[in-house]
């Protein structure tokens, strides 16, 4: 088969199209024939490098796949052959004291595929029964591949984490990516006044077009100033955070009295300052948040099949141009999700 392989670190020139094993699956794994894949920001970190990381090269990058199964290990029940499926990005090889406790996020070998374990870039994969979840409703391949991280990291933020609360004022930092977009849409469900930053009218236009009711152009507007004009000089009761250094400071000073802020990554950086006369004067709550848990999955894809909740995508590259996908990925140029699709 063909698979989208790094054999070094390195800027996107190290990505390689090439021959791979076939994969055999486990007892108690599944080999799905991928029909579409979607581009993380984790897939251009681990592509770049990251210390914490012990990659065995060749490695195939990749969180995120849909497809449909071709075969099934012996132990294998629930999934058979033919089904159509998405991939849970998130597995673990242990079953013991957190993944009882339904939060698998927890578990001391939890990781993601293409980071922590081989990822989703190829024709063919074997994932753990487990991890192979049905489509729902009529989502198309590419719209399921582009579904479970980034709508699964924002629900547990929201949802699980943060306690999101019906008509709330929510501010959404980074409404373009695909958390960001995720967070819009979930914060609506609960009917929420949203408020989102992007970069540029046309990302401005779009957000606003997916249900944020205020924008603001995070290069060119003050998001504190912004925010305190929509809310009557309050603040906002939820913060969505991800973007890190470059916005951490101007979201903390964004919340209102008892406010809440939680965050899942930092992509300008990871060291900031906070006025900690602000966070304990204005009792003001910081979460951090990582991924979520298999049950709250489950849950989020009963939206999709109810058509409450939809992906968006941005722009499809053939497997054979991972590298051009990841070059758009880096030009902020995109909307949406990146899907990659095996020819």
């Not at 249900?211 to 305190?228: L, N, P, R, T």
């Not at 995508?313 to 054979?320: A, G, I, T, V």
Request: proline share 5%.
């Amino acid at each position: 088969m063909k698979a989208s392989r790094i054999h070094e670190c390195g800027g996107p020139e190290v990505i390689r199209y090439e021959d791979a094993p076939d994969p055999r699956p486990k007892a108690n794994e599944v080999v799905i024939r991928v029909r579409a894949c979607s581009l993380n920001h984790l897939d251009l970190w681990v592509r770049g490098g990251l210390p914490t990381l012990r990659l065995q090269f060749p490695w195939v990058l990749g969180s995120d796949a849909a497809g449909e199964v071709v075969e099934v290990g012996e132990l294998c029940e629930r999934v058979k052959v033919g089904d159509r499926i998405l991939v849970a990005p998130g597995r673990t090889l242990s079953a013991g004291y957190e993944t009882a406790r339904g939060v698998d996020n927890a578990a001391p070998d939890y990781g993601l595929f293409g980071s922590v374990y081989p990822g989703l870039n190829a024709e063919y994969v074997a994932i753990p029964e487990a991890n192979a979840l049905p489509i729902p409703g009529s989502l198309n391949y590419e719209e399921a591949a582009s579904v479970p991280l980034v709508f699964l990291t924002a629900w547990h933020m929201l949802v699980g984490i943060a306690k999101i609360r019906m008509l709330e004022d929510v501010l959404v930092i980074g409404g373009s990516s695909g958390v960001g977009i995720a967070a819009i849409q979930i914060a609506k469900l609960h009917h929420c006044r949203v408020i989102a930053t992007a970069g540029g009218d046309d990302k401005l236009a779009k957000a606003k077009a997916l249900g944020a009711d205020h924008v603001i152009d995070h290069y060119k507007q003050s998001i504190k100033d912004e925010v305190k004009s929509i809310t009557g000089r309050r603040g906002v009761s939820l913060v969505f955070e991800h973007v890190g250094a470059a916005t951490f400071g101007h979201s903390a000073a964004a919340m209102a009295r008892h406010g809440r802020l939680v965050t899942c990554g930092a992509t300008t950086g990871f060291d900031t300052t906070l006025n900690l006369g602000h966070l304990f004067a204005k009792h003001l709550s910081l979460h951090g948040s990582y991924m979520g848990t298999m049950g709250e999955l489950y849950d989020l894809l009963r939206f999709f099949e109810r058509g409450l909740l939809k992906p968006v995508l941005d722009k499809s590259f053939p497997l054979s141009d991972v590298r051009g996908a990841h070059e758009r990925m880096a030009a902020k140029e995109h909307f949406g999700k990146i899907v990659i699709v095996p020819e």
